[in-house]
């Protein structure tokens, strides 16, 4: 009997030295505790970014209509979430882009790339905002971004591959893009255009244009592949209409001077 209390004795002064020494084993040597498998199965998965909210849905068509002022007072009602949405910060990034205030266009979309590094949107625009600012290495790496984190988003995968001069790979991006209406077969045909293959990108961009009549920017490509086919008549009309839509863009002195031109 002696030793039976004896035995339990020394059990009962072990078990507390023998859980010590298990979380001191589970410790890493600069002292913090590494989390146990069933902690770690515990912790939450890492949140999505939150959505946008409703008055930015309208903020991209009124861009590619150059309708800034409005896109401008759609941005403002909300822009206090621009530190903490993507898609606010993302917005906003775009209409200071169209006022050319390159600076701070960037600015708001780096912010997005770090509240959604995973969203391609946030990387393209990104990407466009160093175009003009001539700044193409680092243009290049927003695309490459892009290209790396688009997933199954199509549209987004063809606008980096189109800009990292991977034509072929754009296009057929944009051919399997689901859900962009217009903007698929103007992105087509600006690729086109880039590829030089002037009549295939005046078809694609008049698709566009038949689907969209408020895309500025497709009359100005449009405009400049007619002007490589000798088709004063379309590059004339092209160019006054996107004048109109877009007068303070900053192609608008490059249609001017090749309209004084074709006009003489």
Same mark, same amino acid.
């Given at each position: 009997?002696?030793?039976?209390? !004896?035995?339990?004795?020394?059990?009962?002064?072990?078990?507390?030295?023998?859980?010590?020494?298990?979380?001191?084993?589970?410790?890493?040597? @600069? @002292?913090?505790?590494?989390?146990?498998?069933?902690?770690?199965?515990?912790?939450?998965?890492?949140?999505?970014?939150?959505?946008?909210p409703a008055e930015v849905n309208t903020v991209?068509? %009124?861009?590619?209509?150059?309708?800034?002022?409005?896109?401008?007072?759609?941005?403002?009602?909300?822009?206090?979430?621009?530190?903490?949405?993507?898609?606010?910060?993302?917005?906003?990034?775009?209409?200071?882009?169209?006022?050319?205030?390159?600076?701070?266009?960037? $600015?708001?979309? %780096?912010? &997005? !790339?770090?509240? &959604?590094?995973?969203?391609?949107?946030?990387?393209?625009?990104?990407?466009? !905002?160093?175009?003009?600012? %001539?700044?193409?290495?680092? $243009?290049?790496?927003?695309? %490459?971004?892009?290209?790396?984190?688009?997933?199954?988003?199509?549209?987004?995968? @063809?606008?980096?591959? +189109?800009?990292?001069?991977?034509?072929?790979?754009?296009?057929?991006?944009?051919?399997?893009? +689901?859900?962009?209406?217009?903007?698929?077969?103007?992105?087509?045909?600006? !690729?086109?255009?880039?590829?030089? *293959?002037? *009549?295939?990108?005046?078809?694609?961009?008049?698709?566009?244009?038949?689907?969209?009549?408020?895309?500025?920017?497709?009359?100005?490509?449009?405009?400049?592949?007619?002007?490589?086919?000798?088709?004063?008549?379309?590059?004339?009309?092209?160019?006054?209409?996107?004048?109109?839509?877009?007068?303070?863009?900053?192609?608008?002195?490059?249609?001017?001077?090749?309209?004084?031109?074709?006009?003489?």
């Amino acid at each position: 009997m002696h030793r039976i209390l !004896t035995a339990l004795l020394c059990l009962l002064l072990l078990s507390p030295l023998a859980a010590d020494a298990q979380k001191k084993k589970g410790k890493k040597k @600069g @002292g913090q505790e590494q989390p146990s498998p069933q902690q770690e199965q515990q912790q939450p998965p890492p949140s999505a970014p939150a959505p946008p909210p409703a008055e930015v849905n309208t903020v991209d068509r %009124r861009l590619w209509e150059y309708r800034t002022s409005e896109a401008r007072s759609a941005v403002n009602s909300v822009a206090g979430q621009a530190d903490s949405n993507a898609g606010v910060a993302i917005a906003l990034g775009r209409v200071l882009e169209q006022e050319k205030n390159y600076g701070e266009s960037e $600015a708001r979309l %780096r912010k &997005a !790339t770090e509240l &959604a590094p995973s969203d391609p949107a946030a990387w393209v625009w990104l990407g466009e !905002t160093y175009l003009r600012l %001539r700044n193409n290495g680092a $243009a290049d790496g927003a695309f %490459r971004k892009a290209a790396e984190v688009a997933g199954g988003n199509d549209y987004y995968l @063809g606008v980096a591959r +189109q800009r990292l001069r991977q034509y072929d790979e754009a296009v057929a991006a944009f051919e399997r893009a +689901q859900g962009f209406g217009a903007l698929v077969p103007y992105q087509i045909g600006v !690729t086109r255009l880039f590829q030089e *293959q002037w *009549q295939p990108a005046v078809d694609k961009l008049t698709q566009a244009i038949d689907s969209d009549s408020g895309l500025a920017y497709a009359y100005y490509y449009r405009g400049l592949a007619a002007e490589k086919l000798n088709r004063n008549d379309l590059l004339v009309n092209d160019m006054e209409r996107f004048l109109k839509l877009a007068p303070d863009s900053p192609e608008a002195e490059r249609a001017r001077m090749i309209l004084r031109a074709v006009k003489k």
